[in-house]
């Protein structure tokens, strides 16, 4: 101890012995090559038998490094590590082969800024990618899913507040319908409105029948969450705010739904989320276009999914390639949305 | 009885009376007849050990039990010559003539300080020319105008748990109550913080009826003018052993249990 009366903070819980640090990192980097010799000699093969083998190794060597290493540690605890971060490998690695595809295939695109920006009313198939592009689809997906949540988020908000607040008889009802919806498939959704308002004639193939059904799928996601968010706020709000003479509206509308702000905001992400990718509903409904549309209520309207779709049956290269980019896009948008929704969240968390 | 034949001739001198008040939680009777007067501009501190109906009864003041599923009640409060139960009366107007404070300070987390205790007039929808200076007057009474002028804009939540109380009192202030009733609004708090509230009570007596629920006996005798003593033995519904001025009742107490209990030799 050189310096009894220290006074420069450490962190002496993290302080890491550098030989353990060494034993470790050669646990880290051992274990995969031993694995991968053992893949070759033995009749252990392919990439499975490598990711089994070197999650033996590597619960060996943990064992050994817990047992004999330097910090010395208990079996289970050591254990488990080692299966948790296999645990995150495969996951990430999951998320990693979705994730690769996309991106490689898609940046091919994004030299192309007329892809963005045109759309594919003159494009034949397999038409180089300096030609037309998917302005259309992307404005499609954009003005459906802005009708579907100013549909489906003051409903869904709506039947959380009733759920919540209200408590009213119709409570088990409302709960039961919101579960049963979540559980409809995409297409029954679309056909839904196909045959209840296209077949009879009340409304045409157009964005805004897409839109209806699309908020058919977004409406039990937002109620949902919203109901979850809700739940959260501490009844002692509520409380304060009726021993002060608040009505209920008001006491929602001042101080419930303030509170819960940031959460109702992540609700109504989830549920853009959870249908800007769809493409079978709206197949039935706004059928797709080659063309700009930017009227909800006359015409067909094309979107980013169902743009990827028809694309894909053209089958030529060039076809593909702009699939590819229509779903960066698509994946791109989303991130970008979820992103911005953390940040609006967590700034209203802090003020 | 319905409160229709009801011929119950409040004192003018009282600000709030109860009579025969009965409470359930669906088939448990948990308090019976509670008769009480609160004077004027006095303060009645409501004691009594744990589950003897205290904190029950002061919601049933304001209308608050009625928002606890399965609650009932029998019985009459009277304000202002009127039952506050009678059925054309809105619990709203009920709450704004009877403001309350609770055990657990619980300032609005989304609103700033200053927002916090402007928050009655918004919920009320009343509209006011001179918001500031009730803002300041509410604080000066609360006993927090000095430590909070200077971030009247930051949240209620940068406050210590003390001045969230004395927030949340300004807060129920800013309505200009007939009465306050307050629900052991101390016992999360240290003593320092104790103090400063016990004497905004003292305080508010000037202008406002306070009954007070506490678990202090010490409190009891600091602040009340009045004590009633509640008792619930042998599962039976609590009631009210003893009732009067406090000196009495800590003092020359009539019955052997308020000897007891105010000695703490139970409870």
Redesign the interface.
Known sequence: MSNLLSDTPTQPWKTVDPQYRIQQLGTHLGTPVLALLFTVITPMAGFTGFCVTWLAFHILSAALLAKYGKKQKSLANAFLEVFVGATIFVFVTFVATVLWPVISNGLVGITHLNLLFEDAGKVGADEPLSKGGLGHAIVGTIIMVGIATLISVPIGILAALYVTEVRGKLTPLVRFFVQAMSGVPSIVAGLFIYSALIVSGILQYSGFAGALALSILMLPTVARTAEEILRLI?D??R?????????QW??VR??VL??A?SGLITSAILGVARVAGETAPLLLTAFGNNVLNVNPFSESMSALPSYVFTQMLLGGDNDMARAWFATFVLLTTITILFTSARIVADRMKR? | MSSQDFEFVANSENAMETKDINVWFGDRQVLANVNLEFPTNTVTALIGPSGCGKSTFIRTL?R?HE?IPGAKLAGHVMLDNEDIYAAHVDP??V??KV??V?Q?P??????SIGDNVL??L????RKVDDAEFILEDSLRKAGLWEEVKDRLKT?AGSLSGGQQQRL?IA??LV?KPQILLMDEPCSALDPGSTRRIEETIKELRETVTIVIVTHNMQQALRVSDYTAFFLSEDGRPGHVVENGLTHDIFHKPQDERTDDYVHGRFG
């Open positions: 501490p002692d709000l409380t304060a705010a009726l021993a002060l003479g608040g009505t008001r006491t001042m101080v303030p509170a702000k003020n | 304001n608050m928002l709203v107007d709450r704004l403001g309350m609770f657990k619980n300032p609005f987390p989304s609103m928050a009655g918004k919920l009320a929808k949240s949340c807060r129920s309505l």
